[in-house]
T-cell receptor, first 109, second 116 residues
Framework: TQLLEQSPQFLSIQEGENLTVYCNSS?????LQWYRQEPGEGPVLLVT?????EVKKLKRLTFQFGDARKDSSLHITAAQPGDTGLYLC?????????FGQGTELSVKP | GAGVSQSPSNKVTEKGKDVELRCDPI?????LYWYRQSLGQGLEFLIY????????KSGLPSDRFSAERTGGSVSTLTIQRTQQEDSAVYLC??????????????FGEGSWLTVV
């Protein structure tokens, strides 16, 4: 059983569309992170959210931490081909940083 | 170097052989992590080291897997008697401290292992 469940697993959209990726858990976390990984590279941290209900914006990316600190979402506005990649959520559990299974995003021009 | 360095970047080995994967963390980082990633999948935690504390080995999938960190810096992940299911990308990461949400974890580019 995955500690962090991401959905959808795969997403293929056209340039200019909006999308939302979800990260859900039955556990409560003190913080949650989102990473982006491109082929042949390691994941790169995008954001850390620490407060229930918190919303953080990074250009066209909006991250939200659920009020109960059990879930999070990543919304991309007007997606571009450069947004293509694997998006991973992660949280600390028992001292270890645990990752979701990822959402593979493909944005077609 | 400026980032986390891993070697080899690619390794093809025969089933049953031993392999060693090396990780050189960012200078001054006390925490070091190893993860395994199958194609297009999320990261599976393997082991982490924090300073001089005993490592957390709870993610190692079998006793064929071991890791050490010498002098609080370079780490080696060893897989003995490799099996085809060991084929994956092995990612190393480091951070200044351990499990501090304010600290960023930096990943290397990974070592792609193929067992044939």
């Amino acid at each position: 059983t995955q500690l962090l469940e991401q959905s959808p697993q795969f997403l293929s959209i056209q340039e200019g569309e909006n999308l939302t990726v979800y990260c859900n858990s039955s556990s409560v976390f003190s913080s949650l992170q989102w990473y982006r990984q491109e082929p042949g590279e390691g994941p790169v941290l995008l954001v850390t959210v620490v407060t229930g209900g918190e919303v953080k914006k990074l250009k066209r990316l909006t991250f939200q931490f659920g009020d109960a600190r059990k879930d999070s979402s990543l919304h991309i506005t007007a997606a571009q081909p450069g947004d293509t990649g694997l998006y991973l959520c992660a949280a600390y559990k028992g001292g270890k940083l645990i990752f979701g299974q990822g959402t593979e995003l493909s944005v077609k021009p | 170097g400026a980032g986390v360095s891993q070697s080899p970047s690619n390794k093809v080995t025969e089933k049953g052989k031993d392999v060693e994967l090396r990780c050189d963390p960012i200078s001054g980082h006390t925490a070091l992590y190893w993860y395994r990633q199958s194609l297009g999948q999320g990261l599976e935690f393997l082991i982490y080291f924090q300073g001089n504390s005993a490592p957390d080995k709870s993610g190692l999938p079998s006793d064929r897997f071991s890791a050490e960190r010498t002098g609080g810096s370079v780490s080696t992940l060893t897989i003995q008697r490799t099996q085809q299911e060991d084929s994956a990308v092995y990612l190393c990461a480091s951070s200044l401290r351990w499990t501090a949400p304010g600290d960023t974890i930096y990943f290397g580019e990974g070592s792609w292992l193929t067992v044939v």
